[in-house]
């Protein structure tokens, strides 16, 4: 279906979008296409006649355009077509949306869960900074961590600034700050970051002190004994 005969048949059509269906549409895995023809049936109910005739009118399709978003809509398993009794106790084919809208109640319930856990994950790094402290955290703490958190510094990073701070003895803020400041410079922004960093330094410092006793000068040294012996 080309973009023009899209326009057209919202232009002809009035359908009702709720602003949820919109913000979840990446999670669907469906086509402009699809989804323009899934809210169409929303926009009829639950239970739809299956009356290709009808569907073809009101968008502007052929029959076989219909059956194949129909056919793609049943195997993605957004709706399912179901025979049932009408009021005349008439078995008719319907479309359904029960699966639908399941699947559009757990999305929601996901994305609920999801804030949940972010909010949640946001809150705890202030009581780790408050038990490490040992005491609550003022205003303008918060707002420094906060701040943080929102110029995109991960929380495993100022938790790992945070145990500099206490293994260095000094828990304060300004010192963590600090931390952070030298590691942006160094490109360090992840918790592994930092224990490569730690490594380097590591195998650095015991390079070094392999140097040094390698440059020893043991022979002075004995002579230094032999002169205090006698």
Not at 97 to 109: A, H, R, V
Request: charged share 35%.
């Amino acid at each position: 279906m080309k973009s023009s005969k899209l326009v057209e048949i919202l232009k002809k059509n009035n359908f009702v979008v709720p602003l949820y269906l919109f913000q979840l549409r990446k999670k669907f895995n469906l086509t402009l296409e699809e989804f323009i023809f899934l809210i169409y049936l929303t926009n009829l109910g639950t239970q739809i006649i299956f009356d290709t005739n009808r569907l073809s009118q009101d968008l502007g399709m052929t029959k076989e355009e219909v059956l194949s978003h129909i056919d793609t809509l049943t195997e993605k398993n957004y709706i399912s077509i179901e025979v049932i009794k009408n009021e005349k106790n008439v078995m008719e084919e319907y479309i359904v949306l029960d699966l639908f809208y399941e699947k559009l109640t757990n999305m929601i319930i996901d994305d609920v869960n999801q804030a949940k856990m972010e909010e949640e994950k946001n809150s705890n790094i202030f009581e780790v900074i408050e038990k490490e402290f040992a005491r609550p955290l003022t205003s303008m703490e918060y707002e420094i961590i906060s701040a943080w958190l929102e110029d995109g510094t991960k929380e495993e990073l100022i938790i790992e600034a945070l145990k500099e701070a206490v293994y260095s003895g000094v828990c304060n803020l300004r010192y963590i700050d600090k931390i952070l400041y030298e590691w942006g410079k160094k490109g360090i922004k992840t918790q592994q970051d930092v224990e490569n960093n730690r490594l380097k330094f590591k195998e650095k410092q015991e390079k070094k002190e392999k140097l040094e006793l390698f440059e020893y000068d043991w022979f002075e040294d004995g002579e230094d004994e032999e002169d205090t012996v006698d």
